[in-house]
DNA sequence: TAATAAATAGCACGACCGTTCGTTCTTTTT
DNA sequence: AAAAAGAACGAACGGTCGTGCTATTTATTA
């Protein structure tokens, strides 16, 4: 029941080899999710995307309800894209610090491939549409919400395992992790400068120094920061 | 002639008593900067700016020559604001930190205050005109160049005033600094919790304690990050 | 290979887009 | 008070938007 307008069920499930309908629909959809990140859901048209992917606007909407319904499979889409090619590469290392920088270090290659010509897509797409509410709203806030989640488990994990001091306020700790996150995207998208990941890598890297339990308590004044 | 499609040269140049015609640009202005920073500046329609500010399309159109000079002057006008309520505020502090810290909080303020329902309206437009080449994409950076120059500028003031390290890197800092400030824009339009400006200010806070000169070097293993 | 279903194209619609025009009402100047 | 200029209006334009219809082509299946 999460799919927006799935296709005709399948055998059973996985799907054996997609039928023409359905690579063309994903073929629509991921070109119309990279489109999204520089127009905008609701700027991008119909008659744009047709022509993008090389197909009449009638034909190509015979694959979706609505224009509604269209932009509720982009952001499923997105989605998907998002989890496979950020989330789940990063769950094989092991839970806290690692699990946190191994996130991190995938989502910052995530933006340097350019996957999405805009940046990150729910980066992209979130504030336009925080004011206009509906499921596709809906479903974008969740995967935000989600990936928050996601880095709180990790440093709530990295606690546990004593790699981080307990006492440290873990909200503050997310968000400023985030914040590097959002610069990259940001300032990466404008300058299109490689540089700025790597600015977004360090500061997050003082973060963490911050954060890290100093087992080794007061090493050396130097060395105190990244980069 | 920086300024696009000025009207009529005033009698010499301050304008004593505005027109009829200049308070109702003005006004038109504002509206549309608000409604930009949550439609887009592409999503803004001429109907739907003359329905909010009370008046026909053609009677609103007749003060703009196009809608691509209508975008342009909203950027400025935006511009004049960004200036007069963040800026200036903060230029009679001091130079250095002390001016830094007023710029910051000047921002946050700026968000805090919702005087653009979408937030900063630099952070709104910038990505979608990324993508748009023009006069209007190239004032908005502009404006975004000129507000990291400035905290460029009060960091290599507090260097040389001995209130930041001579040896940090200022590029970094000013990345850190600069992503806390879109963390909380982006954040906080999200979420319209003000803890995220908190939390924004905290961040920053707690870059600069690794930025500012031990000049009293250890004094507890405490009060090592804010909040 | 023939039958059947799916996928795409062509066309037309009402609504709204930016834009222009001619007109009217209001303000300023003479 | 007459004349000129400014400001806002309603109507209408060509174009594009999302969205339905009806064919026609292409895939799947028997």
Known sequence: MSAASLPKPDSHGGGSRPTKGQSSRAAILFAAAKLATTKGLSGLSIGDLAAEVGMSKSGLYAHFKSKEDLELAIVETAAVIFNTEVIEPAMDAHKGLVRLRALIDSFLSYLERRLFPGGCFFAAVALELDTRPGPARDRV???????????????????????????????????????????????????????????????VENVLLRLVTNAAPKKKAAARSVS
Not at 181 to 194: C, E, K, R, Y
């Open 141 to 203: 806030v969740q995967v935000l919400d989600r990936w928050l989640a996601l880095l709180t488990e990790c440093v709530v994990d990295a606690q546990a395992l004593g790699e981080i001091d307990e006492e440290v306020d873990v909200t503050q700790a997310v968000f400023e992790i985030e914040a590097m996150l959002l610069a990259a995207n940001f300032l990466f998208v404008m300058t299109s400068d490689p540089a700025q990941l790597k600015q977004s890598r360090a500061g």
